[in-house]
């Protein structure tokens, strides 16, 4: 039986700071952005593709899927330490 996908990714662009900010409208389906998720079976390999996120930018989370113990979970904030082994992660 194959292992199953215990870690999640989760991402999207991130807005310059100088760029106009929308007032929150209801979701008609526009071409706002998009928050995706990719999951892993490893840490090392979500802690590899939070790296390739956080190099174009963007912002990122991560953590363990249910039901897998313990519970483990990346802030945006927490993100840059957790994937860089440089910074102690």
Do not use: C
Not at 11 to 20: I, M, R, W
């Amino acid at each position: 039986m194959a292992q199953p996908d215990i870690w999640y990714v989760a991402f999207e662009p991130q807005k310059p700071l100088d760029e106009p900010q929308k007032p929150l409208e209801p979701d008609d389906g526009g071409s706002g952005a998009v928050r995706s998720t990719r999951t892993f079976k490893s840490e090392i390999d979500a802690k590899l593709f939070a790296m390739q996120i956080l190099a174009k930018g963007w912002s990122a989370s991560a953590g363990t899927l249910n039901p897998h113990q313990p519970k483990q979970i990346v802030a945006p904030s927490q993100i840059e330490r957790w994937a860089d082994p440089g910074l102690g992660g």
